[in-house]
């Protein structure tokens, strides 16, 4: 992510309170969420459960098919990888300790194949197509209630 979009990510939260921003290890993300931790005096907490999903270890010259099947059914995985739905259990169990220690608003940075099964997890419709029209960087709000979940886009907004 560029030094302008990081900029432009911190901007968009410039009156809302967080508490607490967990992000993936990898460069990219850190940079990314580093401009609004900083304006906002929050530390940065890494979770390696936010890296980026690894489809396999092989050189797959056919990935975007295999990436589609594993939408279509979230046990399929391929050599040295993990199925959508290992990575999706692996992407909520961070969302399940947020919830546990009560922070009222975190961020959450990760990547993109990993965040689009983080929201099929409350968003069942949300597969390949869904991650297809991700851009890059992509911001979502998902707000959970007793009631009810409501994801909203955020970074088309800005």
Do not use: C
Request: hydrophobic share 40%; charged share 25%; aromatic share 8%.
């Amino acid at each position: 992510m560029g030094r302008q979009q990081a900029r432009r990510l911190a901007d968009l939260f410039p009156k809302k309170k967080i508490d607490h921003v967990i992000t993936s290890p990898y460069k990219r993300a850190l940079q990314s969420i580093e401009p609004l931790a900083e304006r906002k005096s929050l530390k940065i907490n890494i979770d390696n459960r936010l890296v980026e999903r690894k489809l396999s270890n092989q050189d797959l010259p056919d990935w975007l098919e295999k990436l589609e099947a594993s939408f279509n059914n979230m046990n399929v995985y391929y050599s040295g990888g993990e199925s959508s739905r290992e990575a999706m259990n692996r992407g909520m169990g961070v969302i399940n300790d947020i919830l546990k220690e009560s922070y009222q608003s975190t961020i959450v940075v990760t990547h993109g194949n990993l965040m689009a099964l983080i929201i099929r997890y409350f968003q069942r419709d949300f597969g390949f197509e869904g991650w297809l029209n991700l851009s890059n960087p992509d911001v979502f709000l998902i707000t959970i209630t007793d009631q009810n979940v409501v994801i909203t886009r955020e970074w088309e907004n800005i």
